[in-house]
């Protein structure tokens, strides 16, 4: 198999993942093809080793479109590393360096090159693929991130429309399209949009094994993200996603303040500082980026350890993209996400106030509500999460992926429907009374026969409710609202000051004839204290267990790793994975041979770093 070959010399690794397989094969044989698969599934490999095997044959080199230009520097550096010749064209490059990357296109010296989809559609980049078409040289274009194309998608790019424009002009020329966004609705209009409807499809199973998810109820969030940070990642890379610029900024100086290294994105900076940020995050170790979602996209960074959420995202396929950039290596990670009324609260209102139209409306809803059903949840959370994009795990109820918190330990649950009547008809009776409505603090008040200033002033406190909930805390109070609300029976008005009003669906629930079942608020393993190992807090921690020395061995190895990183101006993953130096650095090799199948070494690899490697783990 010639394709297996490349990925064992090339790319170093012993076998293909998953559907891997399957896909090179259909590619190399010229069929067009839909990869549906998760973050760190694969994708690269999927065109890289059909544009390498191809190119061995003499048809010449492959197109990839893609629209994170800031990554394709990287991209093409790591290929270089493995001795693959690539490129890029991008509007990074001076005309000058354009035209030196057109003339080696030309003159057959590529074997992958990356594009922006706006520069491929140009006149003058058309003409140039025509002259390569017409010696038989233009062998695959591969479509990444393609949910751009659709409206639907997250992340909507105009430009990708117009690619309809490679199969009309190069009919004979295999398509690959791929991305991580799954849901149905996106699919189809990717299919035919890019009339890609004889493709031949291949959906991966969502599933993220290595990812632990966590949805936690958002106490003092702050304070919950740095004891979150400091007891389970201390000194790793992660992400952490706010909502606003404001609130990165401020979460950002707040862990900077207590001692995590942690760096601002979101597209108010400067594109200087956003660029040096990000570059930072990538080239160094253990930075915790605090980002607007301006942030990410295509981050294929792999050592990503934690995704925290800090606020909701707008729905299950955004919270999903951005947790899945945690953990792309394979090796444990964690999706940790706080949520509270407010939150439920706040994305309500933005729909609610969006130009958009009502049926547009409808469906940001409902997707807000499958995500607010997965954040009150009190079962499986993957098995919620893979539901979504119609995947089922399982068989029947009551599956254990025994990696998530509700999985790892159950909450106790505990019936809140008289507590939600005792809210509902306090809403009505206040509405009665004072011909007015009056927001959330308020309520609670009432409920719980606090006489505040507003309650004497309205004189609440003669409400036949008055006090009906002491027996309730604030917290039981507020999960019981944010339950109506996010189920739609308690409608909060954006317009005025965020007044609760009773909707049409309060009815059946003051009439007990739907139930609302809710969580116990205790406190969640990722707050319970974890021990150290006596290393002691400084230690640095292996993807795998290693002795003392071997330890000593991982650490010089990734000193050594990062010096060459500089130099090639490159990430440190490009050069080795930390799995690769740290199964070196189990194994002590003392011989080329020692090195050969360790997975991410491969022949170039092995050509230009086995001497520097050998050195390295002879001096510890
Ligand atoms: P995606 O684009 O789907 O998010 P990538 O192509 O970036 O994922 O791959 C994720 C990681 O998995 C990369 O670090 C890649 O080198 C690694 N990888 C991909 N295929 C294999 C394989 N068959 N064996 C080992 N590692 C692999
Ligand atoms: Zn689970």
């Known amino acids: 198999m010639p394709h297996l070959q490349i990925l064992q010399d ?38 890289q080793i059909p544009a390498i095997a191809r190119q061995r044959a003499g048809l010449g080199m492959s197109i990839v479109i893609s629209p994170l230009i800031a990554l394709m520097h990287d991209q093409v550096g790591a290929l270089h590393e493995a001795g693959v010749s690539a490129a890029f064209l991008n509007s990074t490059l001076t005309g000058e360096e354009a035209h030196q990357v057109e003339q080696r296109m030309l003159r057959g010296e590529l074997t992958l090159l990356y594009a922006a989809p706006e520069r491929v559609t140009t006149p003058r980049f058309l003409a140039l693929l025509d002259s390569l078409r017409q010696r038989g040289q233009l062998s695959l274009f591969a479509i990444d991130e393609v949910h751009c194309v659709s409206q639907w998608g997250h992340d909507f790019r105009p430009e990708y429309r117009a690619l309809t424009v490679l199969h009309e002009r190069f009919p004979g020329v295999p ?21 890609l409807q004889d493709a031949r499809a291949f959906v991966s199973s969502f599933d993220r094994p290595n990812i632990r998810y966590t949805i936690v109820e958002k106490r003092d969030g702050t304070q919950q993200l740095l004891r979150f940070i400091e007891r389970e990642h201390e000194g790793e890379a992660g992400i952490v996603y706010c909502q606003s610029r404001r609130k990165v900024e401020d979460i950002a100086q707040t862990l900077v303040d207590a001692g995590v290294h942690a760096l601002p994105y979101h597209a108010g900076l400067d594109a200087k500082v956003r660029q040096a940020n990000q570059n930072q995050f990538l080239r160094e170790e253990g930075i915790v980026m605090v980002a607007t979602i301006a942030f990410g996209m295509g981050i294929d960074k792999p050592d990503v350890r934690f995704v925290a959420h800090l606020d909701m995202p707008k729905n299950i396929e955004g ?34 106030e969006s130009p958009a139209a009502e049926e547009f409306k409808q469906g940001l809803r409902g997707k807000l509500d499958a995500l607010l059903g997965l954040a009150e949840a009190t079962d499986c959370r993957r098995v919620r999460l893979l539901a979504y994009f119609g995947e ?30 005792k809210l509902l008809s306090t809403i009505y009776r206040i509405q009665q009374s004072s011909g007015m409505s009056f927001g959330a603090g ?25 006090g009906v909930g002491a027996d309730l805390s604030e917290m039981q109070l507020r999960g019981v609202l944010r339950q109506l609300i996010a189920m739609g029976a308690v409608a909060v008005d954006a317009q005025a000051f965020n007044t609760l009003q009773l909707t049409d669906k309060s009815r059946a629930v003051l009439r007990a004839e739907v139930s609302v079942q809710l969580r116990e608020s205790a406190s969640s393993p990722s707050e319970r204290k974890r021990k150290r190992s006596g290393a002691g807090a400084a230690a640095i921690r292996a993807p795998i267990a290693l002795d003392g020395a071997a330890l000593e061995r991982y650490a010089a190895l990734k000193a050594w790793r990062a010096e060459v990183a500089r130099g090639h101006n490159l990430p440190a993953y490009v050069i080795f994975h930390d799995a690769t130096l740290a199964t070196i650095a189990q194994r002590a090799p003392h011989s080329l041979g020692d090195l050969q199948g360790i997975s991410g070494i491969g022949a170039k690899k092995l050509e230009a770093y086995a001497q520097e490697v050998l050195r390295v783990v002879a001096e510890v």
């Open 442 to 466: 308020h309520l609670m008040d009432i409920v719980r026969g606090k006489v505040t200033e507003k309650v004497s002033q309205h004189g609440h406190a003669a409400l036949s409710t008055f």
């Open 175 to 195: 398509r690959m399209a791929l991305t991580a966004t799954a849901d149905a609705l996106t699919r189809d209009d990717i299919l035919e949009r890019l009339q």
């Open 392 to 421: 089922q795990l399982g068989e029947g109820g009551n599956y254990s992926c025994r990696n998530c918190d509700n999985c790892l330990n159950p909450p106790a649950i505990w019936d809140g429907t008289q507590a939600a009547r």
């Open 10 to 47: 090339v790319f170093g690794y012993p076998a293909f993942r998953g559907p891997q397989l399957e896909i090179i094969e259909h590619v190399i044989n010229g069929g067009d093809a839909l990869v549906l698969m998760p973050t760190g599934g694969g994708k690269s490999l999927c065109y």
């Open 319 to 352: 919270y999903y993209q951005e947790t899945g950039r945690a953990g792309r290596d394979g090796l444990p990670a964690h999706a940790w996400m706080g949520y509270g009324l407010q939150d439920v609260v706040n994305q309500r209102r933005m729909i609610d």
